[in-house]
Structures are given as structure tokens and as C-alpha cells.
């Protein structure tokens, strides 16, 4: 392996994806071995010799195992001659708590960014869940630290998935992305209004409209619980859409999140391989490919 080739490293929940990537970039591929012992405890295997530039690519959904093995594979790539190392989390986790609401709580966001910081030179992520920052940096300290956005590939997927359809963002965080995808498609778009009262508890207020016969497609950039999704679908129904569609750029659904919207009327469920799940239907790698080709 020459040494001015960078090398990709990777997981094997991440496998697929990082092939996808590695294919794009036309750069070799390993994956890190794991192996788990009963204690829980885990022992990582890297290729003997590595070259000076190394990027990891893993999505960090079910982060707290995943980010212990990441930071122990990082400090094991240094001492086996890795020089930069860049890490690919097209779902960076634990950025939701970006400030203590209450007294004693920990700011994750901050504590975490910086443990990323101290491992990589760059990080690369897409559609990263930032609330009172406008830049990923200020969660992640680094001079790389770039938030791509999925509203290009997601837009290119919906025109060949939906007719005339109607964007409704959820939420007011989610106008963003429910705005891009209509300007760069000229797509008619709406979003609703939020307050959240706990994890699962929401009251969602739908502007005014009249969008009965219309191919509703709720945009949003993650479902975990789904329940935002949930609350306003149920209250799209009583406008009497042609149809109701989720698409999301992160993929978490847990529990029983899929079956509660299509008990409220959703029929398709889509989002970006970000997360690996069963409604992945947009790929990333091209936009992960320019991101490092650039990088």
C-alpha cells in the first residue's frame, strides 16, 4: 500500500456504505476487527501498517459502545503510523444537548465534540442536529469540522418518487431543510409549529392551508421516537391528502416508530443510508466522496 494513498477504515455496521465510498473514491478499504469479550470489553484489529492519511467511517447512532471502539481504533492508527486522521459520521451523536436546562445536567455536546476533536484532524458529518450553533465547529473544536447537508440527493430522490409533492416540515427546526429542497425543485412547502412537553409528548400546530388531493411528504433531519412525525400526520390526515410519505435524513426508529405512523396513515417511509435500516433508499456516498476529494 502506497503511502500517499489514504486508506479508509471502517466497521462492520458501517460496511456496505463504506464499500459504496471506497468505490466512489477509487481508495482501499479494511475493516476494523472487533472482537467482544463477556465482560463487555472489546479488543480492535487494525492492518499492521498504515498509511499517513486514514479516515474512518462510521455512523454513530447507538453511540456509547460505538465511541469507545472509534477513540481506541484512533489512538491504535496513531501508533501504527497514521499521521491524519479524518473521521466519516454521517450521524454524529449527542449533539441534541447543546445546553443544561436544568441544574447539574451535563452539556454532552461540548464534552463529546471535544473528545472527537482530540482523536481527529477533520470530522465530517451530514445534517448534524444543531440547535443554538451555527456552525459545527463550535460543538466539534476543530478547523475541519464540516456539517454537509442531504438536501441535494434527498431532493433528486423525490422527484423520482413523488408527483407535485407537497413538503411539510414538521417542525420549526426543520425548515431548513424543507426550504432548500423546495427552492432547488420549485416545490410547494409548509412547516408547522412545535412545543415539546418530554421525550414523547408534543403538540404540533399545522399553518393554514387546504391541501386535500395533495402528495404530502413530511422532511425531517431525524426520527427517533417518531413522535413528532406521528402527531403531525395524524393531523395531515384530516386534510385529506392523496398520500402521506416520511423522508428523513437519519433513521433511528426506535421501538415501535414505523408501525405508529403507518397507523396514522403514512405509506412510505424513506431516508438516507446515514443509519443503516430497512426504509434507506438515499445513498451518500457521492456527497461523503466530494466532501473528502475536497477535504
Request: net charge negative; charged share 20%.
Amino acid at each position: 500500500m502506497m503511502n500517499n494513498t489514504p486508506l479508509l477504515l471502517t466497521f462492520a455496521d458501517y460496511l456496505p456504505q463504506a464499500q459504496q465510498l471506497a468505490d466512489r473514491l477509487n481508495w482501499p478499504l479494511a475493516e476494523v476487527g472487533v472482537h467482544r469479550f463477556p465482560d463487555g470489553e472489546c479488543r480492535l484489529l487494525l492492518p499492521e501498517s498504515l498509511p499517513a492519511q486514514v479516515i474512518f467511517c462510521r455512523s454513530l447512532d447507538h453511540p456509547n459502545g460505538k465511541l469507545v471502539e472509534l477513540l481506541l481504533a484512533a489512538a491504535g492508527a496513531r501508533e501504527l503510523g497514521a499521521q491524519t486522521l479524518t473521521l466519516v459520521a454521517p450521524y454524529l451523536c449527542y449533539m441534541r444537548q447543546d445546553k443544561a436546562f436544568h441544574p447539574g445536567e451535563v452539556v454532552s455536546q461540548q464534552h463529546i465534540g471535544k473528545l472527537l476533536a482530540q482523536s481527529f484532524e477533520r470530522v465530517i458529518t451530514v445534517d448534524a442536529h444543531l440547535h443554538r450553533i451555527s456552525h459545527l465547529s463550535e460543538a466539534v473544536p476543530l478547523e475541519h469540522a464540516i456539517n454537509l447537508t442531504a438536501t441535494v440527493p434527498i431532493g433528486a430522490f423525490l422527484a423520482g418518487k413523488v408527483e407535485n409533492p407537497l413538503l411539510v416540515g414538521p417542525d420549526e427546526e426543520s425548515a431548513q431543510w424543507v426550504e432548500a429542497i423546495a427552492r432547488l425543485h420549485q416545490l410547494d412547502c409548509v412547516c408547522a409549529r412545535k412545543q415539546r412537553f418530554g421525550d414523547r409528548e408534543v403538540r404540533i400546530t399545522l399553518p393554514e392551508g387546504d391541501w386535500r388531493g395533495r402528495n404530502v411528504v413530511l422532511v425531517d433531519d431525524v426520527a427517533s421516537s417518531g413522535r413528532t412525525l406521528e402527531v403531525a400526520a395524524q393531523l395531515l390526515q384530516a386534510h385529506q391528502p392523496a398520500s402521506m410519505s416520511v423522508l428523513v435524513t437519519h433513521a433511528l426508529f426506535v421501538e415501535d416508530a414505523l408501525e405508529r405512523l403507518r397507523s396514522v396513515g403514512v405509506g412510505n417511509v424513506w431516508s438516507c443510508d446515514s443509519v443503516t435500516h430497512a426504509s434507506n433508499g438515499v445513498p451518500l456516498a457521492g456527497l461523503l466522496a466530494e466532501a473528502l476529494r475536497q477535504a
